[in-house]
């Protein structure tokens, strides 16, 4: 779903009695959680044997800009394994309303999956040349549960019955590919020309995005950007955060002031007499955590509490440090308590297992993807 789809949310091709957004939601979920292999999908019915496909995976849900689904694996009917994304729409000219025909996201676009309304004959296939091909969804499987009965989700009593050692070691899974992403997110940065090297520039452009969570991240990683720019050399980098559109809060990083103002005194300290902030950043790295913490504490602007964070979401991911990464002092965050609380006071919390609860609360609580949850796959496996 790309950034014209969620700006028109309010309008368009919204299911009865319910929103847009809210009907597309439901059919990404109805994908994810698919069991496949399934029988063919039709695109024009099965009397077509040259428009059908099976799928072996639906892809990985997208929650950003882009299509909804992204790295699918198909088979088509001649037996040839394709791999591409999957755009779903409660209509097939959502397309061209969405303006994906002249969006280059959407250009490895495998399938384009529409959901026939109640009382049509068939899935109405689009004539203008510009709108892929639509293959109707496969209807959804039931639940097992009885009418009107909602089943608990699957990580209820997960600790009691698979056990505290195996939940911890599945959370630390999902820990591990958490932090290879973000390891992959922060060496794709690719920064500006300006003092250093590359590396070094991208740490400061980095440091800038992790002190800027969760609300103001982006702009303060634009301001670093625009900061190292401008100048040639580490002595002359000022950052300027715009205040238009902050998000105001708590201590020195809660204001666009604060914030630059502790980027400005690392860039200083970590290019000080001839240094590199790259060369910091290692540094940084190869010592235990505590020293690290003191290392970059700045007196009334940057306690331990964001030092931990500058670690756990620049340092170290930079570095490729998995294992001081996972040795970070564990943190509670609040939109995951519930989630937390459904687990229980079994587990022997840290850092990995707070990280695995901010990716599930994310990826699959907040879309009711329960089926797909690791946690319910675990379920599964000790019942199996």
């Known amino acids: 779903m790309g950034r014209a789809e969620r700006a028109s949310d309010a309008g368009g091709d919204a299911e009865p009695g319910g929103s847009k957004a809210?009907?597309?939601?439901?059919?990404?979920?109805?994908?994810?959680?698919?069991?496949?292999?399934?029988?063919?999908?039709?695109?024009?019915?099965?009397?077509?044997?040259?428009?059908?496909?099976?799928?072996?995976?639906?892809?990985?849900?997208?929650?950003?800009?882009?299509?909804?689904?992204?790295?699918?694996?198909?088979?088509?009917?001649?037996?040839?394994?394709?791999?591409?994304?999957?755009?779903?729409?409660?209509?097939?000219?959502?397309?061209?309303?969405?303006?994906?025909?002249?969006?280059a996201a959407y250009a490895d676009t495998l399938l384009h999956l529409v959901a026939p309304r109640e009382g049509d004959a068939g899935l109405t296939v689009p004539v203008d040349p510009r709108v892929p091909q639509a293959v109707a969804l496969p209807p959804a499987e039931s639940a097992g549960a009885p009418p009107g009965a909602a089943a608990p989700p699957p990580c209820v009593d997960i600790v009691a019955r698979a056990g505290p050692a195996a939940v911890e070691a599945r959370l630390e899974r999902i820990a591990e590919r958490r932090f290879a992403r973000k390891v992959r997110v922060l060496r794709a940065i690719d920064p500006p020309s300006g003092p250093g090297t590359a590396d070094d520039r991208r740490a400061l452009i980095a440091s800038a995005r992790a002190l800027g969570q969760p609300h103001n991240a982006a702009r303060a990683e634009r301001a670093a950007i625009e900061a190292i720019g401008r100048v040639s050399d580490w002595s002359e980098v000022r950052l300027e955060i715009d205040p238009q559109g902050w998000r105001w809060g708590r201590g020195a990083l809660?204001?666009?002031?604060?914030?630059?103002?502790?980027?400005?005194?690392?860039?200083?300290?970590?290019?000080?007499?001839?240094?590199?902030?790259?060369?910091?950043?290692?540094?940084l790295s190869a010592?235990?955590?505590?020293?690290?913490?003191?290392?970059?504490?700045?007196?009334?602007?940057?306690?331990?509490?964001?030092?931990?964070?500058?670690?756990?979401?620049?340092?170290?991911?930079?570095?490729g440090c998995w294992q001081r990464w996972r040795e970070l002092p564990a943190v509670r965050y609040r939109r995951s308590d519930e989630l937390r609380e459904r687990l229980g006071e079994r587990l022997r919390w840290r850092h990995p297992h707070s990280q695995a609860l901010l990716e599930l609360e994310q990826s699959r609580c907040r879309q009711g993807a329960c089926r797909i949850c690791p946690l319910a796959a675990l379920a599964r496996d000790r019942s199996g």
């Open 22 to 103: 809210g009907g597309e939601r439901a059919l990404q979920r109805r994908w994810a959680e698919s069991r496949w292999p399934t029988p063919f999908l039709y695109a024009d019915g099965p009397d077509e044997p040259a428009s059908r496909v099976r799928v072996i995976t639906p892809g990985r849900w997208n929650h950003g800009p882009g299509p909804d689904f992204q790295g699918a694996q198909i088979l088509d009917a001649e037996g040839r394994a394709r791999r591409g994304d999957v755009e779903l729409h409660l209509r097939a000219n959502a397309w061209l309303q969405h303006g994906h025909d002249g969006d």
């Open 254 to 283: 809660g204001r666009p002031e604060g914030l630059a103002q502790v980027l400005d005194t690392l860039c200083r300290r970590w290019s000080a007499g001839g240094q590199r902030p790259w060369t910091a950043v290692i540094r």
């Open 287 to 319: 010592l235990p955590t505590g020293e690290a913490v003191a290392s970059l504490r700045i007196p009334r602007l940057l306690g331990p509490g964001r030092a931990v964070q500058l670690l756990a979401d620049a340092v170290y991911p930079l570095t």
